[in-house]
């Protein structure tokens, strides 16, 4: 896999229902971020999890991270037509070359929530 | 506070001309990304600046240049546009690095006829 793969690419389902996105990546990370971007527009920060933490939640969303099968999933509960939008991954790790950090950001999951 | 702006929003070329990408946060950040979005690929770092007057290259740096004379500004270069280079262009800055969020913003879509 690709460091930060979001997995389905693509999500439809019915307004109320829960969706749940997949990241996966390769090498070992400092933390690892969700974003949203609705169409059209830039994207907009959700939540950080950092590599020490296996839980986080903010409102209706729950991101878990383990690190062991270098993967995390964000959950969306009760999903709204409002939450149709596109969802990254990404993954924040050391940067080898200048002792900084880099983020690297996955392909996305586009999520459509039919009302 | 109006964040992160970027002009234009949209922009028609041809081949070989040149063009300047705009970006200006208001925020005070010290780190300040280009980045192009294409289909099915997520967003691809071009080059990024830790401050005033330093650039980086990141991971598809060929064919752009970038400027940080000034704190607030980051300007994105095309010197010889390419077909290859029609995208979606998205400037973001930040805090710092590690556990500090990207603020994006809304985006310039570009077409290299």
């Known amino acids: 896999s690709q460091q930060g793969e979001e997995d389905p690419q693509a999500l439809s389902i019915q307004e109320g229902e829960n969706a749940t996105m997949n990241c996966s990546y390769k090498t070992s990370i400092n933390n690892l971020q969700w974003y949203r971007q609705n169409s059209g527009r830039g994207l907009v920060h959700l939540i950080l999890?950092?590599?020490?933490?296996r839980e986080k939640h903010s409102g209706r969303l729950r991101v878990t991270l383990d690190t062991s099968k270098k993967s995390s999933s964000l959950l969306i509960t009760a999903s709204r037509a409002a939450d149709t939008a596109s969802y990254f991954c990404?993954?924040?790790?050391?940067?080898?070359?200048?002792?900084?950090?880099?983020?690297?950001f996955g392909a996305g999951t586009r999520l459509f929530v039919k009302a | 506070n109006a964040g992160v702006t970027q002009t234009p929003k949209f922009r028609v070329l041809k081949t070989g001309q040149s063009m300047t990408l705009l970006c200006a946060q208001d925020?005070?950040?010290?780190?300040m990304y280009w980045y192009r979005q294409d289909p099915g690929m997520g967003l691809r770092l071009i080059h990024y600046s830790v401050g005033e007057g330093t650039t980086a290259k990141g991971e598809v740096p060929d064919g752009y240049n970038v400027s940080r004379l000034k704190k607030q500004n980051f300007l994105l270069g095309l010197e010889s546009a390419a077909p290859s280079q029609t995208s979606v262009y998205f400037c973001a800055s930040s805090l710092g690095t590690g556990y500090n969020e990207q603020f994006f913003g809304p985006g310039t879509r570009l077409t290299v006829l």
């Open positions: 999890i950092r590599s020490n933490e």
């Open positions: 990404a993954t924040v790790l050391l940067n080898g070359n200048t002792g900084g950090f880099k983020t690297i």
């Open positions: 925020m005070n950040h010290e780190y």
